[in-house]
């Protein structure tokens, strides 16, 4: 948030000062507002009036009394100034701390369009108004009071001239994506479509639901891996949609420490009943307890969370609490639990403790070293040879098996088969 816009030039005779100030001494004291300056102007001027080799160079941010002020300078040479030269500058002022990517293009935008101005009809310099006053204080007022409320704004400056100015939110970097992660998404993107959305994009939404990873999407959309890959970034860098992992029986789930909140929450375990309830089932009342027809409640809802532990496959926890878990859908249970922060996902990796001795040094293969047969032709590789090499590379304890089982388009059962071929390989759970 704007917390003050300034406008400082050069004086032939006063040197670098504030002309104009939103809000009215912000910047400068004025013996008609007993208001205290957000900072103060004097200690920094010449560096918000540089030199003139110093304007027309690019952004200049400085932070002082727990401000961030963001200007670019400009000056223009002619003779028609005095001392051959008009030097200005108009400054935001955001607090230190604050996020400012967002407002680094309109403090460009700002000072190169009144320069283009400037040069045209001398628009800020022909200007008599006093300090506080006038055309260009009035537009300072509005643009800070426009970014702040509204987070654009469209001022007109005269007759052929209009400022516009929008600021677009900036996003943090989305977090890797991989072919094995499966996209939920977080709105109904079917309502965000438009005639110029992506083809990719449009061939892929249908198939975004929480169960297909992004292969799997590729491939049931007949599109390109990699572009449906960037457009699913495209969609996590907005919050579209969020990643969880591949669903699947096999899998072990624990609680994190966030499982206090929802044994507290009744809010939280109504949500929860809600999303997980099957299409015959009730809805359990927010203090817990059964609401007449309901089949299960919040307590009980938690109890099965609270039971989910290391070592315990999710096949394993259905079996153990057959009747309560016939009373809900398992795969919107543990996905209610890893997108509320109350699950985490025990990811299985592979480790090959020692490598795998070579083919070529078989006892069968030192009589015969070049692998050839009796009539002269070289033998082929079996298929249990070649996946072996697949599997071979992410044997380094890096690789989950999630990854691989998409990669190499295999099961985890066919996976825990080939491993066993290896031999000491060791499977870890973290």
Known sequence: ??????FATFDVNEGPKVLHQVPTSSITASPSTPAIPLLHFTPIANTMIPHPSLCNIGLLHLITS???ILSYPQTISSPSY?????????CLVLEADAEFSTYIPVVRKLNTLFRTLEEQSQFLSRDASPPDTGKIYALCEILLEDLNNYSEAMIPIDAANTLNIKLFPTYPPPPPLYAHHVPLSTVRLENLVDENWDLTMLKILPWINGVNSVKQISLLADADFKLVRKAVRHLLYYGCVILLDIFSFSAIYAVTESIGEFVESKEMQQECARYVALADNGIALSDGALEDGALIGGTQLAELYLVLRLGQSVKAWCMEHTELVSKIDVRRFITFGVIKGILYRVHKYAFATAR???????????????????DGMKKQETGDEAGDEQVEKYLDGTHCFDEICTDLMISEKELVARLKGWGDVQILCR
Request: no cysteine; proline share 5%.
């Open 82 to 90: 005095p001392r051959n030269a008009y030097t200005f500058n108009f």
């Open 66 to 68: 727990h401000h961030r």
């Open 1 to 6: 948030m704007l917390k003050a816009i300034f």
């Open 356 to 374: 795998r001795r070579a083919k070529g040094l078989t006892k069968e293969k030192l009589k015969d070293p070049k692998g050839e047969r009796e």
